[in-house]
Nanobody
Framework: QLQFVESGGGLVQPGGSLRLSCAAS????????IGWFRQVPGKEYEGVSC????????NFADSVKGRFTISRDNAKNTVYLQMNSLKPEDTAVYYCAAVLTPCFRRGWDADFGSWGQGTQVTVSS
Protein backbone atom coordinates (compact mmCIF):
# COMPACT_ATOMS: atom_id res chain seq x y z
CA GLN A 1 0.00 0.00 0.00
CA LEU A 2 1.30 3.39 -0.95
CA GLN A 3 1.79 5.62 2.07
CA PHE A 4 2.12 9.38 2.11
CA VAL A 5 3.04 11.91 4.76
CA GLU A 6 1.60 15.40 4.46
CA SER A 7 3.13 18.39 6.24
CA GLY A 8 3.34 22.16 6.15
CA GLY A 9 -0.08 23.13 7.37
CA GLY A 10 -0.77 25.74 10.00
CA LEU A 11 -2.61 28.88 10.92
CA VAL A 12 -2.32 31.78 8.48
CA GLN A 13 -4.11 35.07 8.01
CA PRO A 14 -6.27 35.70 4.95
CA GLY A 15 -4.07 36.68 2.04
CA GLY A 16 -1.16 34.69 3.40
CA SER A 17 0.70 31.73 1.94
CA LEU A 18 1.62 28.19 2.90
CA ARG A 19 3.51 25.42 1.16
CA LEU A 20 2.37 21.89 1.79
CA SER A 21 4.59 18.87 1.23
CA CYS A 22 3.60 15.34 0.37
CA ALA A 23 6.35 12.82 0.95
CA ALA A 24 6.24 9.19 -0.10
CA SER A 25 7.04 6.57 2.50
CA UNK A 26 8.86 3.44 1.40
CA UNK A 27 8.40 3.77 -2.35
CA UNK A 28 9.18 6.09 -5.23
CA UNK A 29 6.37 8.41 -6.16
CA UNK A 30 8.05 9.21 -9.47
CA UNK A 31 5.80 6.70 -11.23
CA UNK A 32 2.53 8.18 -10.01
CA UNK A 33 0.32 11.11 -10.66
CA ILE A 34 -0.28 12.76 -7.30
CA GLY A 35 -3.32 14.68 -6.18
CA TRP A 36 -4.07 17.01 -3.33
CA PHE A 37 -7.47 16.82 -1.70
CA ARG A 38 -9.11 18.67 1.14
CA GLN A 39 -11.94 18.01 3.46
CA VAL A 40 -13.88 19.93 6.07
CA PRO A 41 -15.42 17.71 8.75
CA GLY A 42 -18.96 16.81 7.80
CA LYS A 43 -18.55 17.85 4.18
CA GLU A 44 -17.64 16.08 0.97
CA TYR A 45 -13.98 16.15 0.02
CA GLU A 46 -12.74 18.33 -2.82
CA GLY A 47 -10.02 17.49 -5.30
CA VAL A 48 -7.73 20.52 -5.20
CA SER A 49 -4.96 19.78 -7.67
CA CYS A 50 -3.23 17.02 -9.55
CA UNK A 51 0.19 16.64 -11.15
CA UNK A 52 1.28 13.98 -13.60
CA UNK A 53 4.23 11.69 -12.88
CA UNK A 54 6.51 13.78 -15.10
CA UNK A 55 5.17 17.07 -13.82
CA UNK A 56 4.18 18.07 -17.32
CA UNK A 57 0.44 18.07 -16.73
CA UNK A 58 -1.46 19.70 -13.91
CA ASN A 59 -5.05 20.35 -13.04
CA PHE A 60 -6.73 22.58 -10.48
CA ALA A 61 -10.14 23.00 -8.95
CA ASP A 62 -11.83 26.21 -10.07
CA SER A 63 -11.85 27.38 -6.48
CA VAL A 64 -8.03 27.55 -6.35
CA LYS A 65 -7.03 28.39 -9.92
CA GLY A 66 -4.65 31.31 -10.05
CA ARG A 67 -3.84 31.02 -6.34
CA PHE A 68 -2.38 27.53 -5.91
CA THR A 69 0.43 25.86 -7.79
CA ILE A 70 1.57 22.25 -7.68
CA SER A 71 5.05 20.93 -8.31
CA ARG A 72 7.12 17.85 -7.67
CA ASP A 73 10.71 16.93 -7.02
CA ASN A 74 11.02 13.26 -7.80
CA ALA A 75 14.62 13.25 -6.59
CA LYS A 76 13.33 14.28 -3.17
CA ASN A 77 10.32 12.00 -3.49
CA THR A 78 8.05 14.92 -2.67
CA VAL A 79 5.14 16.81 -4.18
CA TYR A 80 4.39 20.37 -3.12
CA LEU A 81 1.28 22.52 -3.04
CA GLN A 82 2.05 26.22 -2.91
CA MET A 83 -0.99 28.10 -1.65
CA ASN A 84 -1.11 31.87 -2.06
CA SER A 85 -3.81 34.46 -1.41
CA LEU A 86 -5.41 32.12 1.08
CA LYS A 87 -9.04 32.61 2.00
CA PRO A 88 -11.02 31.44 5.03
CA GLU A 89 -12.82 29.00 2.77
CA ASP A 90 -9.50 27.23 2.15
CA THR A 91 -9.60 26.03 5.75
CA ALA A 92 -9.60 22.23 5.72
CA VAL A 93 -7.48 19.17 6.29
CA TYR A 94 -5.34 18.61 3.22
CA TYR A 95 -4.40 15.17 2.02
CA CYS A 96 -2.37 13.74 -0.83
CA ALA A 97 -2.75 10.46 -2.67
CA ALA A 98 -1.79 8.66 -5.85
CA VAL A 99 -4.22 9.48 -8.63
CA LEU A 100 -5.14 6.54 -10.84
CA THR A 101 -6.61 8.52 -13.75
CA PRO A 102 -4.58 10.96 -15.88
CA CYS A 103 -4.70 14.42 -14.34
CA PHE A 104 -6.05 16.06 -17.47
CA ARG A 105 -9.13 13.89 -17.46
CA ARG A 106 -12.42 14.94 -15.93
CA GLY A 107 -12.99 12.93 -12.81
CA TRP A 108 -9.34 12.56 -11.84
CA ASP A 109 -10.40 13.42 -8.33
CA ALA A 110 -12.69 10.40 -8.08
CA ASP A 111 -10.08 7.72 -8.75
CA PHE A 112 -7.28 7.72 -6.23
CA GLY A 113 -5.52 5.64 -3.64
CA SER A 114 -5.30 6.02 0.11
CA TRP A 115 -4.68 9.37 1.75
CA GLY A 116 -2.04 10.06 4.37
CA GLN A 117 -2.86 11.42 7.81
CA GLY A 118 -3.41 14.92 6.47
CA THR A 119 -2.27 18.37 7.52
CA GLN A 120 -4.57 21.05 8.92
CA VAL A 121 -4.75 24.41 7.19
CA THR A 122 -6.59 27.17 9.01
CA VAL A 123 -7.06 30.56 7.42
CA SER A 124 -8.29 33.06 9.96
CA SER A 125 -7.60 36.54 11.24
Amino acid sequence: QLQFVESGGGLVQPGGSLRLSCAASGFSLAYYAIGWFRQVPGKEYEGVSCISSSGGSTNFADSVKGRFTISRDNAKNTVYLQMNSLKPEDTAVYYCAAVLTPCFRRGWDADFGSWGQGTQVTVSS
